[in-house]
């Protein structure tokens, strides 16, 4: 991936803008458009604001992500993975919090993008993506069963297992109609494609669905009745008005929606890539999608992100540069202004079957199962990221599943490491295509000379076994040696534990010979001084002359005796 901070735009111009590719770029904008705008207005509901305000983060935030952006091809705004964590965050600051908070994530992502520290993200462990994505698809089918049954729920609690209690005790105030509705929605999404690839199923399904209960005048919750008169246009732009004392509350949940929109934004970025055999600008796409957030911030709107299926839908109807993501933002502001007014004729089920199929789509449910399949471990990081998402936040869920997956890497890491004496070493089976062995083989060693090998890192998590390994030894030797070929790393700890190792061989009469440390593991030694401390006349290259020393150490015994 390309670290410029140059944006892609840019490139395109740079390279020539013909009428064809404009024209190419304008279909598939007004197409994504299209496909945006019911998507917009149920992810603005389902995150607990105004409909209104998810259209104005598709806009700004769409417009500005392609502008800036740093791939060809992303298309930003709102998205499902944001509904879960939003709602949580309206429940707890109200709107300008949430936009202090948006405000705030914006900035963290152009700082990480400038100071080319995207990479950071991408080491999110796959198990743990695939646990909290799964999870919040879950919480948003939940979330979306009151408006889709039309429940008369005074209030809908928040935590999992008492929402779905509530659901059931007032299952008597189901509406059928908007029950009906709702399940004639889904199916239109699920089967429209069939006839259709062009036109957006939800699109379909909204209409299908306000046309009936409008035309037959149906008892069901609409937009309008549950939020009232829709604004068909941009509100002017402002500063979140909030008390600043909050922004201690604001700066771990600003941190959480700036990682989830760096995550999901880069994702996208590399599926597009996948697509198209391009490669995108990663910090450059982390300081758009900043800039976005910001921006979106001030114009009334929610975080906003690198949206996967629309970035599919731009490039499967020929889009191949921002500027159909500008024009795809410029498509939905169309809309709003001139059709915003009907939007609140639209059933608030309808919007409930757009939001449980989103649900569906993301809940990823094949790599989840294929996931069980994965060694234990990774197993242990999915359920636990999983379950925590249901019945916890994200916040922890996302915290839990990064320190857990690290942790259990350190032990997979610390079980890699092998040390043991070179007499143990050569009995196990070996591999004839292996260098060091044919080496070994034909060494014949001193009954006073013991040899150990460390294989793998020797860090903090490896160093215990080293030292239980040294306990084996049933003697002292005149000569002990170090062969530390095949150590790529070593950390403090591992510093530490050669430190005592070399005062105890020498508390024994033991001379400590240190053979074969690569490049990376001397440099480390002799910046902490070990190589001084040791001597670096017992620092050797091979084993071969770490042996040869060891032999004239032992031949003055051998001649007194």
């Given at each position: 991936m390309?670290?410029?901070l140059k ?18 770029d304008l279909?598939?904008?007004?197409i ?9 207005i149920?992810?603005?509901i389902?995150?607990?604001?105004r409909p209104?305000?998810g ?11 392609s ?5 060809r091809?992303?298309i ?14 309206m429940?707890q ?12 994530a ?20 796959y198990p743990?993506?695939?646990?909290f994505?799964?999870?919040i ?16 729920i ?9 929402k779905?209690?509530s ?22 999404i699920?089967l429209?494609?069939r006839?259709s690839?062009?036109?957006p199923?939800?699109l379909i399904?909204l209409?299908v669905?306000?046309v009936l209960?409008w ?10 009745s ?5 604004p ?7 500063l979140?008005?909030?008390?600043w004392?909050?922004l201690p ?9 700036a ?20 490669r995108?600008?990663?910090?450059m ?12 911030s ?13 970035t599919a ?13 500008m ?8 809309i ?5 007014k ?11 079957a757009?939001?449980i ?10 790599h989840?199962?294929?996931l ?13 990221t999983?379950?925590l998402?249901?019945f916890t ?8 599943g990064?320190v857990?997956s ?14 043991a004496?070179?007499?143990?070493s ?14 070994l ?7 006073d ?7 793998g890192?020797f860090?903090?998590?490896?160093t215990?076994?080293f ?14 040696i ?8 070593i ?19 033991t ?19 070990f190589?001084?401390e040791?001597g ?9 002359e ?15 005796a």
């Amino acid at each position: 991936m390309e670290q410029s901070l140059k944006p892609k735009l840019l490139s395109v111009l740079q390279e020539g803008y013909s009428k064809q590719k404009f024209f190419n770029d304008l279909a598939a904008g007004l197409i994504v458009g299209i496909v945006s705008f019911p998507m917009a207005i149920a992810f603005g509901i389902g995150s607990g604001v105004r409909p209104e305000q998810g259209l104005y983060t598709a806009i700004i935030a769409g417009f500005l992500t392609s502008l800036f952006g740093g791939s060809r091809v992303q298309i930003g705004g709102p998205t499902g993975a944001f509904v879960v964590l939003l709602a949580s965050i309206m429940a707890q600051f109200g709107y300008d919090g949430l936009a202090a908070i948006t405000l705030m994530a914006g900035i963290i992502l152009v700082l990480i993008g400038v100071s080319r520290l995207g990479f950071i993200i991408k080491f999110i462990p796959y198990p743990v993506i695939v646990g909290f994505t799964s999870g919040i698809a879950v919480i948003i089918f939940s979330s979306q069963i009151a408006d889709l049954f039309d429940l008369q729920i005074p209030a809908v609690p928040a935590e999992f297992i008492a929402k779905w209690s509530s659901y059931a005790q007032y299952a008597h105030t189901l509406n059928w109609y908007a029950g009906g509705l709702g399940i004639l929605a889904i199916a239109i999404i699920v089967l429209w494609p069939r006839i259709s690839q062009k036109i957006p199923g939800s699109l379909i399904a909204l209409m299908v669905t306000t046309v009936l209960a409008w035309f037959f005048k149906l008892p069901v919750s609409t937009i309008g009745s549950r939020f009232g008169e829709i604004p068909n246009a941009l509100t002017l732009p402002h500063l979140p008005t909030v008390d600043w004392a909050q922004l201690p509350h604001f700066i771990q949940p600003a941190i959480t929606v700036a990682l989830l929109a760096g995550i999901e934004s880069l994702l996208s970025a590399i599926v597009a890539d996948g697509m198209l055999g391009t490669r995108h600008r990663s910090n450059m796409e982390l300081v758009a999608h900043g800039i976005a957030n910001i921006g979106s911030s001030l114009f009334g709107g929610i975080p906003s992100t690198g949206a996967i299926a629309r970035t599919a839908t731009n490039i499967k109807n020929g889009g191949r540069t921002p500027v159909a993501g500008m024009i795809s933002a410029a498509t939905i502001l169309i809309i709003m202004v001139f059709v915003g007014k009907l939007i609140a004729l639209v059933p608030m089920s309808a919007l409930s079957a757009v939001l449980i199929v989103v649900a569906y789509n993301m809940s990823e449910w094949r790599h989840f199962v294929t996931l069980f399949r994965s060694p234990k471990s990774d197993l242990l990081v999915l359920l636990i990221t999983f379950l925590l998402t249901i019945f916890t936040d994200i916040t922890k869920a996302l915290e839990v599943g990064v320190v857990l997956s690290a942790l259990l890497f350190v032990q997979r890491m610390a079980e890699a490491t092998k040390i043991a004496s070179l007499k143990e070493s050569m009995q196990e089976e070996d591999d004839p295509n292996d260098p060091l062995r044919n080496e070994l083989r034909h060494l014949q060693l001193h009954p006073d000379i013991e040899v150990f090998e460390v294989q793998g890192p020797f860090f903090f998590a490896a160093t215990e076994k080293f030292k239980l390994t040294l306990k084996r030894i049933d003697r002292h030797p005149k000569v002990l040696i170090l062969h530390m070929y095949r150590v790529p790393a070593i950390d403090a700890s591992g510093l530490q534990v050669l430190e005592d190792m070399l005062h105890k061989t020498r508390a024994e009469k033991t001379e400590l010979l240190i053979s074969g440390a690569t490049a990376e593991t001397s440099r480390v030694l002799k910046n902490a001084g070990f190589v001084h401390e040791i001597g670096a006349q017992n620092m050797f290259k091979t084993l071969e002359e770490a042996l040869d020393k060891a032999n004239k150490l032992i031949e003055p015994n051998k001649q007194t005796a």
